[in-house]
């Protein structure tokens, strides 16, 4: 009887080590299937070749080693395939296609071989929308109805899609922080644009079940940003000495975020295991600090060693936006997300950035310069 037992005992733990085996194993080949979904993506991405999207390519491209990505650029000035990397360019998990995102043929052809796509592309300068507006309506607005006729035909293979919106499109803060719930108040051309983009995006998720939500970043800054853009005229002035052009009293204030964190919070976006919480929503992205355009002149400044006296002011931007400052609290909560690189760390990285790509920027200074027609008569923007 007690034989019996032991055998009956013995059985039992055979039996359980089986099931734990087995559950191990099960687990195991579910975390292997995960990992496999991850293996095999093709990230569309279009706007690629400019400032942010060439910055994003590169960190998802180092960091998802068994990734394809699909670029779709029109190169207009302000994109350039300099911006991407040769390791990159020449890699097999590469394709560059040549085109416009309003050319329907053209957008359904990238859109049927994505699983995840951004929608970075866009006339993307205040001041120049200010000068010429044409291409800003063009690309931004109807570039993205045509981006979002094409992911409702493919709905059945694109897993997410994340429209690239902007702080621009709420103009002034009218409460501070701003929350995704903020008005839409446009205050230039391009916000107007984006504004269109943007409401054009939510529209087409009220109307069609699309797996797309909307990230609105705040002013973005890094490596490779275009001459015309603020910081970069500021540093690369401080580095030949010439006089920083403020607009206005300078006072204005804005939300600085380095392009390596929007590429962080894109990231989660894309990978967040349930999509349900951040599918057909809106993500503002930003540091939760303001900090004023003169404050950011006056740290170039010091950093080169120059008096203040280096500080020239101009008229002012029409349409300015006084301040802008993020809300933190949906980004936190919903992808684990917050800044993490210093305006001072960033500041210091662009930089070094200016100072080691000399021959790239200085093509540019032709661009930094733009006359727009304001009821005092024409002035130089810078
Ligand atoms: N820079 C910022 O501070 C900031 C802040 C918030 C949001 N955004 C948004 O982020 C996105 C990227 O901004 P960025 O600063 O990198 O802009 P960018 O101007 O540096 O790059 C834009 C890219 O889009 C490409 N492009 C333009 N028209 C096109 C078209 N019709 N078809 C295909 N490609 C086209 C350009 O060639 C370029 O490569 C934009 O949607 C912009 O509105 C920018």
Known sequence: MKKQMIHTGFLLVVLFNIFISLTQCS????????????????????????????????????????????????????????????YIRKSNRFNFFYGS???????????????YVVHF????????????????????????????????????????????????????????PMDEE???????PYAAAKAGADRLVYSYWCTYDIPALI????????????????????????????????HGTGEQSRDWLHTLDLARALDKALHLEDFSKIKNQILHIGSGIATSVVTIAKKILEHFDLPEDYLQFTPDRPGQ????????EKARKLLDWQTEISLEEGIKDVITWYENNRARWQRMEGMKHIPVQTSHGTITLQ
């Not at 936006?321 to 933190?328: E, G, K, M, R, Y």
Request: glycine share 4%.
């Open 121 to 176: 592309a866009a006339e993307s300068h205040v001041c120049r929308s200010i000068f010429d507006d044409l291409a800003f309506f063009d690309t931004d607005v109807m570039g993205t109805r045509v981006m979002m006729r094409s992911l409702v035909k493919h709905t059945s293979t694109i897993q997410r899609y994340i429209h690239i919106s902007t702080s621009e499109v709420c103009g002034t803060a009218e409460t501070q």
């Open 182 to 188: 903020h008005p839409i108040n446009p205050r230039s």
């Open 27 to 86: 687990d195991s080949f579910l975390h292997t299937s995960i990992h496999r979904q991850r293996e095999h993506k093709t990230v569309l991405l279009t706007g690629a070749a400019g400032f942010i999207g060439s910055n994003f390519l590169q960190y998802m491209f180092d960091k998802y080693p068994n990734y394809t990505f699909d670029v779709l650029d029109l190169l207009t000035y302000a994109g350039s395939l300099e911006n991407i990397p040769d």
């Open 215 to 246: 990230i609105r970043p705040f002013n973005n800054y890094g490596p490779q940003q275009h001459l015309e853009k603020m910081l970069p005229r500021f540093i690369t002035a401080a580095m030949k000495g010439e006089p920083l052009t403020v």
């Open 321 to 328: 936006v006084a301040c802008h400052i993020s809300s933190t």
């Open 101 to 115: 995102v309003t050319n329907p043929d053209i957008v359904d052809l990238v859109m049927s071989r994505a699983d």
